[in-house]
């Protein structure tokens, strides 16, 4: 009965994992960098609890989903669109907020550890990369 029990953990463990590294949030996850002289120089964007989290210099906030490549920034009622090139990757982000529109440039991650950090857990990639 323990060996069953054991054994049911670890699928569970297995299971719960794979999941994690299929969510389709994951694309968007890394730094993006913004022109000289906008608001903000650089924003992060993690996952936390299943939701895709924006954190720069201005603060953390979630983004929530509206569509394919659309989300919403309700701190700051900004429609945030995210670029792909022709390989349907991720590339950039525009940010549409109080009638301008932020456009940043997704950083290159170094390997796809660091994309797993970024993930996983905000605070061991902010410890590793920053």
């Given at each position: 009965m323990k060996k069953m029990l054991l054994m049911g953990i670890v699928f569970l463990?297995?299971?719960?994992?794979?999941q994690a590294q299929d969510s389709p949030l994951k694309e968007y996850l890394g730094k993006y960098t913004f022109a000289e002289g906008?608001?903000?120089?650089e924003v992060v964007l993690t996952v936390q609890d299943s939701v895709l989290v924006s954190t720069s210099s201005v603060g953390?906030?979630?983004?929530?989903?509206?569509?394919?490549?659309?989300?919403?920034?309700?701190?700051?009622?900004?429609?945030?669109?995210?670029?792909?090139?022709?390989?349907?990757?991720?590339t950039g982000v525009g940010i549409n907020v109080q009638?301008?529109?932020?456009?940043?440039?997704?950083?290159?991650?170094?390997?796809?550890?660091?994309?797993?950090?970024y993930f996983e857990d905000q605070i061991w990639a902010d410890k590793l990369y920053n």
């Open positions: 463990g297995i299971f719960v994992s794979v906008s608001p903000v120089t953390a906030f979630p983004l929530e989903k509206k569509g394919v490549d659309t989300f919403y920034l309700a701190a700051y009622d900004a429609l945030v669109i995210f670029k792909r090139d022709g390989n349907n990757v991720v009638g301008m529109e932020l456009i940043g440039t997704k950083a290159a991650a170094s390997s796809a550890l660091k994309q797993d950090f």
